[in-house]
């Protein structure tokens, strides 16, 4: 994007400008929605008031999915209407193109996995738990539906869960083999084996080193290569075992903010339920359309939108397994469907500003084009095909390989102003959806057509939503503000082993309740507005939600993470934050005069920390928050939180419990000074 329009004159961008506003009138047509937009949802006739969608029937691109009632059914279908299309692919090689296995290749190799597997002592019963520790890979999805094949349960362990739940996990599930794909991960299944008696075969996608042999010696655990064991299979053929739609599919332990993992059971029926209710809202999904693989599969949106694919025929391409060399991947795959997540939607929205304000005729021109194409949008009009595409946002565009049609984004909520922006420069459909591992990722998604921001869309139409009141926040679903409750087949059926968390989200009538804090809109559909489960109170008594307040906040242009921390023995909140590098970096030159100094050297800057608090309490004044749930005092930290360094959970969420310990002396110490 640093040189486009280098060459271009100030005169001929103004006429190419007003040549263009006539043209953008008479542009493509809009996106035809398949529901009302002002009518998505309906309400039941009843006290709950719950509500469910406007679509009926279970027919999805033109053809009868009612034989579909299992994932192993789900993958056949894809194989039929792809006829044996390519499925899944790799790159063997950072130097090589990405190679690809077909359809039947996938159902060949899976057989023979699943053969293997019962040759190394594993039952082909719905009882017979199979791990899985790896990054997202063709091993992972191959293993995946031999389970579906031989009835088996797959267990992931998170590609980024400590040692000590991945031994929780191992062992609550009587799992007896895991699949790893690195040594770094047989170690740390190794290094606990001790506490993990039943753990007694590992099965290894990378050749195992001698440290990984010598400790595989010493616990008596068995090594096998994954690709002894597709030989095994293929020497020893199984009659399959089909999975059925009341199995168990997956056992989906979720790291949460707290606590130890708890592990969903989610059913084939319940997977295969939410995945076809998710296509009756995203119609256009076919055997042409490629994924990028690279959000975690252990999690549910990511099994969601790959389950949805393959449903189709479509093909999944999985990331060379280095994030940072995510968008080299993407280059060379060139999806037409891109699973997101805010925080990565929210980098590359601060890289394109960051290149654009670089110059002020960049800047005036590409707010030249914004317009135009938001114009466009407000009409319901999505391409990337305009001369401002063509003269402004191309490089952007393939960035992300030039065929993009999808974006989905979930996990967390998504700047208004940032969605309204990459919808106009990506040229794409941009839709945020809801859900949680309880509803097998996902309960309300947005419509193609549906270009409104800051709402997350209908209920599917496999499920039923209702708010219920949550008093001591104020509020009330009568004013159609409430805890969010879901009830339907896509509903999970509980947590594995664990009744009294069960009970404490399931209620007698099968209402899931999330914990979360939605508004219906008069269109129908839901908006997320707060969290009830983080909630605590202060000294005063005053209840405290500080996820709003952190997503107030980030909305400032000096930080890139902020954690809210307050406790009952203390009358304010204090916070950490991270500050966003470049901005910093910029502002310390030109307000403070500091020239290349390292953002350990800045956060110790008083002057830093007062002027990003003042921002932080306009924002927080412009947003209508009340005094006490302004934030008083702040420690700037100058790295950020990650998934790797433990204050993060794979989807991206602050590990409330294992912040506030590691920053309890800095915590500590705002108190003090403000106690004084």
Known sequence: MDDYLKYIGAGALTIGAISTAFLLKSGPPAIEPLVDLNKQSIVIPGPERARKSCLLGSQTHGDSISDVTTLHEAFKRGARLSDNGQCIGWRPDPQKPYSWLSYNDVLVKAANVGAGLIQEGQKPLNTTHIGIYSQNNPEFFISEQACYMYSMVLIPLYDTLGPEAASFIVNQAEISLVIC???SKMKNLLRRQDS??????????????SESISMAEAHNVKLIAFQE???QGEKNPHQLVPCKPSDICIICYTSGTTGIPKGAILTHHGMVSTALAGLQHISNLGCDDVMISYLPLAHSYERFVEISLYLVG?????FSGDVKKLMNDIKLLRPTIFPSVPRLLNRMYDKILEKVNSSSIK??????ALTAK??????GIVRNDSLWDKLVFRDIQQSLGGRTKLIATG????SPSVLS???CVVGCVIIEGYGQTETHGVCTLQHMGDREIGEVGPPLPCCYIKLVDIPEMNYFSTDNKGEICVRGNNVFQGYYKDEERTREVLDADGWLHTGDVGEWLENGTLKIIDRKKNIFKLAQGEYIAPEKIENIYIRSAFVAQIFVHGDSLQACLVAVCVPDEAVISKYAATTYGLENCSMAQMAQDPRLKKDILEDLTRLGKDAGLASFEQVKSLHIHPELMTVENGLLTPTMKAKRKDVAKYFHLQIENMYNSLNK
């Open 363 to 368: 800047k005036l021109i590409f707010n030249m």
């Open 314 to 318: 479509g093909s999944i391409g999985f």
């Open 374 to 379: 938001s114009n466009e949008l407000k009409r």
């Open 181 to 183: 794909d690195k040594n």
């Open 229 to 231: 064991l597709l030989k």
């Open 411 to 414: 996990s967390a909520p998504l």
């Open 421 to 423: 922006f990459l919808r």
């Open 196 to 209: 993990m008696k039943c753990l007694k075969t590992i099965v290894c996608v990378e050749s195992p080193d």
